[in-house]
T-cell receptor, first 113, second 112 residues
């Protein structure tokens, strides 16, 4: 238990579906992140939020839409995805932006069919 | 640009010692991390180096040479539960704040 909870853990969606991934952290952190982890590839940073304001969008396609209503919650809205978007999506948080240690959630396994 | 290299896979025997190497190239180096990730689980923090030298923490040690852009993670007295992926990550100061840049990970298999 890392203090960062992600739901759902597994999601299968069609290319025309709309779904959302949810992340909640119980650590009192102010920075939250979305990472994508594909097989045999490095973790890719997607989005960064600091005090619920987006500070980075790492050239992510618009079919991924993040939302951060407060410092404890982070969503990733998914729409019109492609099969190559199938991956493990990891949420993480840290006390402040760029803090030494970031804490990861268990991840959401996404399969696009 | 940024580049982090580590071997894709390694195997070792229970009770042995294994060293996982990581080389990096970044413009704003500000520390190096090692994370452990078991299959289907979250990456968990193992170690952090910002100065040259060896940091020891129980069975795990991490070494850093900033001049060589090189680090290694040393695992002693290997146990079966050490079978996991080990991620090298460099903290890069860019755009006014630190970002964590990850390598692809080294998958370690420990055999009896």
């Amino acid at each position: 238990e890392t203090g960062v909870t992600q739901t759902p853990r597994h999601l299968v969606m069609g290319m025309t579906n709309k779904k959302s991934l949810k992340c909640e952290q119980h650590l009192g952190h102010n920075a939250m992140y979305w990472y994508k982890q594909s097989a045999k590839k490095p973790l890719e940073l997607m989005f960064v939020y600091n005090f619920k304001e987006q500070t980075e969008n790492n050239s992510v396609p618009s079919r991924f839409s993040p939302e951060c209503p407060n410092s404890s919650h982070l969503f990733l809205h998914l729409h019109t995805l492609q099969p190559e978007d199938s991956a493990l999506y990891l949420c993480a948080s840290s006390p402040t932006l760029g803090e030494n240690t970031i804490y990861f959630g268990e991840g959401s396994w996404l399969t696009v069919v | 640009g940024q580049n982090i290299d580590q071997p894709t896979e390694m195997t070792a025997t229970e009770g042995a010692i294994v060293q996982i190497n990581c080389t990096y190239q970044t413009s704003g180096f500000n520390g190096l991390f090692w994370y452990q990730q078991h299959a289907g689980e979250a990456p968990t923090f193992l170690s952090y180096n910002v100065l040259d030298g060896l940091e020891e923490k129980g069975r795990f040690s991490s070494f850093l040479s900033r001049s060589k852009g090189y680090s290694y993670l040393l695992l002693k007295e290997l146990q079966m539960k050490d079978s996991a992926s080990y991620l090298c990550a460099v903290r890069d100061l860019k755009g006014g704040y630190n970002k964590l840049i990850f390598g692809a990970g080294t998958r370690l298999a420990v055999h009896p």
